[in-house]
């Protein structure tokens, strides 16, 4: 029997996770082009962001780039922790540290 949370699952969710919050970064939400220019980054660097995120979501899907993708993931979602962090907005930061932590059993996932 298949379990609601098997590593696929989870690979599923989080490759549908990323790739929307991706496309909110290329598109440029208010709220993050506000924090992106409070926090005083370069111009252009959400929508790499987004790219990145966008990327990771996509590898997520398929079990042959999987790992690829949960490799470029943890580092986007350790450097959006770390600056949330940095930031003192910790009630962000709670959920990023999740999804972090949620690569972990996704990283294990196989083929279907």
């Keep these: ?6 590593p696929t699952h989870t690979s599923w969710f989080l ?6 919050t991706g496309v909110w970064h290329i598109v ?5 082009r506000d924090a992106y220019t409070r926090w005083q980054y370069p111009r252009g ?16 899907a398929f079990p042959l780039t999987r790992l ?3 490799g470029i993931a943890a ?5 959006s922790a770390t600056t949330l962090l940095n930031h003192r907005q910790y009630t962000y930061a709670a959920p ?3 999804v972090l932590f ?7 996932a196989g083929p279907v």
């Excluded at 660097?45 to 997520?60: D, K, N, P, Q, Y």
């Excluded at 580092?75 to 450097?79: A, D, E, G, I």
């Excluded at 949620?102 to 294990?108: E, Q, R, Y």
């Design 68 to 70: 690829w993708g949960v």
């Design 96 to 98: 990023v540290i999740a």
């Design 45 to 60: 660097f959400r929508e790499v962001t987004g790219s990145l995120l966008l990327l990771a979501g996509i590898f997520l």
């Design 1 to 6: 029997m298949l379990s609601l949370f098997s």
């Design 75 to 79: 580092l986007v979602m350790f450097l």
């Design 15 to 20: 490759s549908t996770l990323f790739a929307s």
């Design 28 to 32: 440029g939400v208010p709220a993050l």
């Design 102 to 108: 949620a690569l972990i059993p996704a990283s294990f």
